[in-house]
């Protein structure tokens, strides 16, 4: 395995070739604030070869790619990788495969034993979902507002072992933080188990009040897995602050990490309750490693979330989540007063981050999509509630330029008008 030196290195080659301030590593510190806030997003910008794409991409919140550096050591790894057989390689990476760990438990203010590679948020949900020993009757939390899949899961078990799944009805732009408590709370019974918490909703971003839901619930002696698949190093916060039992996150998303890994946090005390989906050796019951016997995969994968992690370390989570704030902000603001333009999101800072989405009264998501697409070369995702008229996100993202974002509200003003 390559060292840090050698890897930081890379990553300063790729900024370097792109014309950008060579600033040395310095523990702790982005480069941002090593250059005194002076962050070039440009720079950043040309780091990813998608930006320069014919049509631009405004679907992140699908899955975000990799910067040039990181898409380089990545294949390092995988030349490596099979310059051996592929266990020889997951035992030289071991401590790397650790450290990684380590920093991203810092992160999170907790603590790398309680921490799984994972291929992704849907793995490290249905761990838990799946595993999570429950009798018949028994209640599980969901919400109209949660991702699909982890509801399929859920639904699997109704129909399976005869638990019972408690959908609350949330309404994103009407409801206060309060009032989403409030209704978690009005749907626990002596049943209630588990609850499943979306942090930011996957049709319009929107935030939920995790810590406030995790406190209700524990004085309700139910516990909490939280679907955070676009929260890490999307928006700012820890899972010691959530106070959450479960965390699942995918790290291809927002940390632009190689394409197939995630993370499953369990709460120490909790590990030795949960099956793993694969189940493992015995005797690791109680340990993180059991949640990792899937069989061989690209290990040289999971190794390039380092990778990633540096490349967060360049412009640091704060200024990163500003950023992302501000695009959403611009393109939002030029078109939430336009005529036949809907919001479906609430944009505040506290309730939002880089995604929003917004209709166009009249005509369906499904045109809108391909027309923009095929008309303005911009690829959104068009998305919505079941019987319900759909909706277009936009998720933008650190190599999304103001040109793109002038492209988009042209675009809508056209179609709008
Ligand atoms: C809220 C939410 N949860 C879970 C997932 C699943 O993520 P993955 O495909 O990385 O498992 C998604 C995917 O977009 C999502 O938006």
């Keep these: 395995m390559k060292d840090n030196t050698r890897r930081t290195f890379l990553i300063q ?57 990181v898409q380089k050591e990545l294949m390092e790894l995988i030349k490596t990788m099979n310059a051996m057989p592929p266990y020889e390689a997951l035992d030289m990476w071991e401590n ?11 992160m999170l203010g907790v603590t790398k034993e309680e ?21 018949k009757d028994d209640e599980v939390i969901c919400s109209n507002v949660d991702y699909p899949y982890p509801i399929y899961s859920i639904n699997q078990r109704v129909e399976r072992e005869g638990i019972q799944k408690v959908e609350v009805q949330l309404d994103l732009m009407q409801n206060s ?10 749907a626990i019974t002596d049943k209630t188990k588990l609850i499943l918490l979306t942090h930011m909703t996957h049709r319009e971003g929107h935030i939920l009040p995790i810590s406030k839901i ?8 139910v516990e909490v897995l939280v679907d955070a698949a676009h929260s890490f190093a999307h928006v700012e916060h820890t899972i010691s602050e959530f106070g959450c039992d479960y965390y699942a996150t995918s790290l291809h998303k927002w940390l632009n990490a190689p394409h197939g890994t995630g993370l499953l946090y369990v709460a120490k005390s909790k590990i030795p309750k949960i099956f793993p989906l694969s189940p493992s050796d015995k005797k690791q019951n109680d340990n993180m490693v059991k949640f990792e016997y899937i069989g061989t995969r690209s290990f040289a994968h999971e190794l390039g979330i380092g990778p990633a992690l540096e490349f967060l370390e360049i412009t640091g989570l704060t200024a990163k989540q500003e950023h992302l704030h501000a695009l959403k902000k611009y393109w939002t603001d030029k078109v939430k007063n336009l005529k036949n333009v ?4 609430n944009t505040s800072q506290d309730k939002s981050c880089a995604i929003a989405s917004f209709q166009i009264i009249g005509k369906s998501a499904g045109a809108i999509l391909n027309q923009f ?31 793109n974002l002038d492209r988009l509200v042209d675009a809508i003003r056209i179609t709008s008008n």
């Design 13 to 69: 080659l790729s900024l370097l070739s792109a014309g950008a301030l060579l600033v040395p590593s310095c523990k702790g510190k982005s480069m941002n604030e090593l250059n005194g806030g002076k962050l070039d997003w440009n720079e950043i910008r040309e780091q990813f070869p998608i930006s320069s794409n014919e049509i631009v991409q405004f679907n992140s919140g699908s899955s975000g790619t990799m910067p040039i550096a």
């Design 96 to 106: 790397e495969r650790s450290r990684t760990k380590e920093r991203i438990a810092s």
């Design 115 to 135: 921490l799984a590679f994972v291929r992704n948020t849907t793995e490290g949900l249905n761990n838990v979902l799946m595993g999570l020993p429950l009798k």
């Design 177 to 186: 933080n309060e009032e989403i408590v409030e209704a978690y709370k009005n």
């Design 214 to 221: 995790c406190d209700m619930a524990h004085a309700n002696g």
């Design 342 to 345: 809907q919001l479906h999101s």
């Design 373 to 403: 697409e095929k008309e303005f070369k911009l690829h959104l995702k068009a998305t919505g509630y079941k019987g319900e008229v759909g909706f277009l996100r936009v998720s933008p993202n650190i190599f999304t330029s103001y040109n």
